[in-house]
């Protein structure tokens, strides 16, 4: 019978692991870490996972979080676009809200569900010499071992590295002393040209607690966060978020109660950049075999619109069907195939991150931002799409497209904003 060799078991690998298992296709996953290790780890990341993920987490089994997301979700998102003096705010809501949950807990709990399952893990790093002898073992191996030096296996797409660097300097970190927006969500507040900052509630180890991600831009007016490192010097590092509220985004400034405000523990900071990179789906061993690429392997994608996850998921199901539906043999026919499935989707994601990361913000960006403002149907969509790369692409991917988009649902003729302009305009679909 067909065996698939999974490396690594972060959500992309973990999501495709059970997904075999729930199917009768014998799988080994090879786990770089066991449960206690990531237990015991730093923050990875603060991924909120969207509707479809969620779902896809219901169809395996794994919704452990139903319960505890029940009000603190990210229902509705907030939305707070701060141009010049002039603050534009709009609020969708979720047709089924996202949930943001700390990956040390989900993963190391899916990868027990796994192993309670009767699953197959051996634990250990897997090295890319590994892997002839892996393709001897398995009809097909799926390596899904992140941003790491695996990814050097899979060539990189010609159009796969729009940018040189990373557009952001990335700080998340697990908060105490932040109160939820209400209604109960997240809430997303942008500078153009300084960046964003992401509020979240966020499950992880004792309970509910509010997650910040703040996506800087060099030389803007949140840089400052830029240069102070937490391990170095905590209270600084506090005292800055602090003030970055404070001076740049009063409205979040007033949920925080100053008395108890602060990273939550050590471990729960993560400060580093990412270089939005998709690479090909598949490669070809020393050895003639061929192996797969899932998740972050594949794409790495800036965390500035939550996709990562939410794609290495959808992309493990598609490999999961791909495998289901054709496994006579892994060849690189077999490769092409899926890899293209996954692009699919993939790309959507990517390219609507990538746009939107632009500095400055493209026009057709700040007039679907400012339409939603006026516009509870087009806000509504705004934010459900980030459940759906394609749809916002599909939007966002020509001036033309917008246009057409907006006309269609009755965007109407937008005045951008311009700088000293400090009306407030709001709109809600609560
Ligand atoms: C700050 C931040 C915020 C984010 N927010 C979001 C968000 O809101 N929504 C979203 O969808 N995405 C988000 N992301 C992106 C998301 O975290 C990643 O896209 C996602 O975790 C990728 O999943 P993966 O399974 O491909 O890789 P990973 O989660 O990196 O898992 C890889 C696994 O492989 C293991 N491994 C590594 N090397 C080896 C080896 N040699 N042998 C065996 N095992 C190995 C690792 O230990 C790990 O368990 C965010 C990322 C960051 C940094």
């Given at each position: 019978m067909t065996s698939i060799g999974i490396v690594g078991a972060g959500i992309g690998g973990l999501h495709l692991a059970l997904y075999l298992q729930q199917h009768d296709v014998p799988a080994t996953l090879y786990a770089e870490l066991t449960s206690q290790q990531r237990l015991a780890g730093r923050l990875p990341n603060t991924a909120v996972h969207w509707g479809p993920t969620r779902e896809r987490e219901h169809a395996l089994g794994v919704n452990h979080w139903d319960e505890q997301a029940d009000?603190?979700?990210?229902?509705h998102v907030h939305f707070y676009g701060m141009f010049g003096a002039r603050t534009m705010t709009f609020t969708g809501m979720n047709d089924v809200p996202g949930i943001g949950i700390d990956h040390r807990i989900y993963t190391s709990t899916l990868l027990e569900d796994f192993l309670a399952r009767g699953g197959d893990v051996v634990y250990g790093a897997v090295m890319v010499g590994d892997l002839p002898a892996l393709s001897d073992r398995h009809d097909l191996v799926v390596v899904?071992?992140?941003?790491?030096?695996?990814?050097?296996?899979f060539e990189r797409r010609s159009?796969?590295?729009?940018?040189?660097?990373?557009?952001r300097f990335i700080c998340t970190g697990i908060f105490d002393g932040i109160a939820p927006q209400q209604p109960i969500g997240s809430s997303i507040n942008v500078i153009p040209g300084s960046g964003e900052l992401f509020q979240l509630p966020f499950l992880t180890f004792g309970g509910r607690k509010t997650a910040l991600l703040t996506e800087i831009i060099p030389g803007g007016q949140l840089d400052e966060l830029r240069t102070v490192r937490y391990e170095q010097d905590p209270v600084r590092f506090n005292a800055t978020v602090l003030r970055m509220l404070r001076t740049s985004f009063p409205h979040l400034a007033e949920?925080?109660?100053?008395?108890?405000?602060?990273?939550?523990?050590?471990?729960?900071v993560l400060q580093g950049a990412i270089t939005p990179t998709a690479r090909r789906g598949y490669a070809q061993l020393e050895n003639g075999k061929w192996v797969m690429a899932l998740g972050d392997v594949s794409l790495v994608n800036d965390p500035v619109l939550a996709q990562g996850a939410n794609t290495a998921s959808a992309c493990a199901f598609l490999l999961g069907e791909a495998i289901l539906a054709d496994n006579l043999v892994f060849d690189e026919m077999w490769c092409a195939r899926a890899e293209a499935r996954m692009w699919d989707y993939q790309r959507a994601a990517f390219e609507w991150t990538n746009h939107m990361l632009r500095t400055p913000l493209p026009g057709n960006a700040t007039k679907l931002i400012t339409t939603a403002c006026g516009n509870p149907e087009v806000a509504r969509s705004f934010i459900n799409n980030?459940?759906?790369?394609q749809a916002n692409w599909d939007i966002l991917a020509s001036d033309a497209r917008t246009d057409a988009y907006l006309t269609r649902h009755g965007g109407g003729p937008v005045t951008p904003p311009s700088a000293g302009d400090d009306r407030a305009t709001t709109a809600s679909t609560r």
């Open positions: 009000d603190w979700c990210v229902r899904s071992a992140g941003r790491g030096s695996m990814v050097e296996l159009d796969g590295r729009p940018f040189t660097e990373p557009q949920l925080v109660d100053e008395n108890i405000f602060g990273i939550t523990r050590a471990e729960d980030y459940a759906a790369p």
